[in-house]
């Protein structure tokens, strides 16, 4: 069974444009949850979707990011338009359930914004 | 070797030798803490898991405990090896399950032979 997978890898793009980063949730895991590491410091909560809901947006930045999760199966996270300090690795997770289950987490996209 | 979380963000270890990583947690109200390995290019894995009803939760070669009178939480691996080294993360939550982890700055596992 595939686990939780993130595109790209790694993005480098410039200040002021857009990126687009995707997670594919293992099949069957109605939540989804968004992070992010910036500058070496603890990875932060951005966001929690329930199938195609957000349950919890809370840690979202600002404006700037928009999350998305069409259908319930894939998310996405734009970033428009990016600012330096935006730059970090992002991770996705999902679970199969809330209430004590285990969150299986991506490899991450790094962004790197010049 | 030991960590005392923040202020020692590297522990080096001999192979072999046991290793604790000490993580200090933030909220009073978190009921459920798990630790997670990360090793270059991947993303968090999960190594254990531990309830606020429990003080201590073994698993292979890994223990868990949790003071919660001083909201401290340590993870024990017996009889370290290479493929421990990593970047070790705490994290809580207060959901009681996984809705928002907070996770602690992690500590980097260094073992040498």
């Known amino acids: 069974e595939a686990g939780v997978t993130q595109f790209p890898s790694h993005s480098v793009i410039e200040k002021g444009q857009t990126v687009t980063l995707r997670c594919d949730p293992i099949?069957?895991?109605?939540?989804l949850y968004w992070y992010r590491r910036v500058m070496g410091k603890e990875i932060k909560f951005l966001l929690h979707?329930?199938?195609?809901?957000?349950?919890?947006e809370s840690g979202m930045p600002n404006n700037r990011f928009l999350a998305e999760r069409t259908g319930g199966t894939y998310s996405t996270l734009k970033v428009q338009p990016a600012e330096l300090e935006d730059s970090g690795v992002y991770f996705c997770?999902?679970?199969?359930?809330?209430?004590?289950?285990?969150?299986?987490f991506g490899q991450g996209t790094r962004l790197t914004v010049v | 070797g030991e960590s005392v979380g923040l202020h020692l963000p590297t522990l080096s270890v001999q192979e072999g030798d046991n290793s604790i990583i000490n993580c200090a947690y933030s909220?009073?109200?978190?009921?459920?803490f798990i630790w997670y390995k990360q090793e270059s290019g991947k993303g968090p894995q999960f190594i254990i898991d531990?309830?606020?009803?429990?003080d201590k939760r073994q698993g292979q070669r890994v223990t868990v405990l949790l003071n919660k009178t001083v909201k401290h939480l340590s993870l024990q691996i017996a009889a370290t090896q290479p493929g421990d080294s990593a970047v070790y993360f705490c994290?809580?939550?207060?959901?009681?399950?996984?809705?928002?982890?907070?996770f602690g700055a992690g500590t980097r596992l260094a073992v040498h032979p």
């Open positions: 997770a999902s679970s199969q359930a809330t209430g004590g289950t285990e969150a299986f």
């Open positions: 099949s069957g895991h109605d939540n």
């Open positions: 979707f329930v199938k195609e809901s957000k349950q919890d």
């Open positions: 909220n009073s109200a978190s009921d459920y």
């Open positions: 531990i309830r606020s009803n429990m």
């Open positions: 994290a809580e939550t207060s959901s009681g399950g996984y809705n928002k982890l907070i």
